[in-house]
């Protein structure tokens, strides 16, 4: 069985930085991409970053140049840098993986999500 499980999200003022982590542990074989989504209330889930198993990322137009993801192979973990918070990045923080375990040919999985909060 396959979790993902969140850290690093928390309160903190506007112009701060935030660095979530999530680590996937289980019978991995491997893991293709790693993302971070964020979803508030009453409204859909969106894409925030994500990384290939290749290092490639893409990022969502409000957090350019401000939120770096990056991803650690040996450790089957994915990092959110946040930096330049603002108020409106105030949500809940999912992570998101495209992982093959030794019996099966890859399924999505998703972290329960992790609270940030950004005060003004």
């Known amino acids: 069985q396959v979790q993902l499980v969140e850290s690093g999200g928390g309160l903190v003022q506007a112009g701060g930085s935030l660095r979530l982590s999530c680590a996937a542990s289980?019978?991995?074989?491997?893991?293709?991409?790693m993302g971070w989504y964020r979803q508030a209330p009453g409204k859909q889930r969106e894409l925030v970053a994500v990384?290939?198993?290749?290092?490639?990322?893409n990022y969502a137009d409000s957090v350019k140049g401000r939120f770096t993801i990056t991803r650690d192979n040996a450790k089957n973990t994915v990092y959110l840098q946040m930096n330049s918070l603002k108020p409106e990045d105030t949500t809940v923080y999912y992570c998101n993986a495209f992982i093959i375990t030794w019996s099966d040919r890859g399924n999505n999985y998703w972290g329960r999500g992790t609270q940030v909060t950004v005060s003004s």
């Open positions: 289980g019978s991995i074989f491997s893991i293709n991409a």
């Open positions: 990384i290939t198993s290749g290092g490639s990322t």
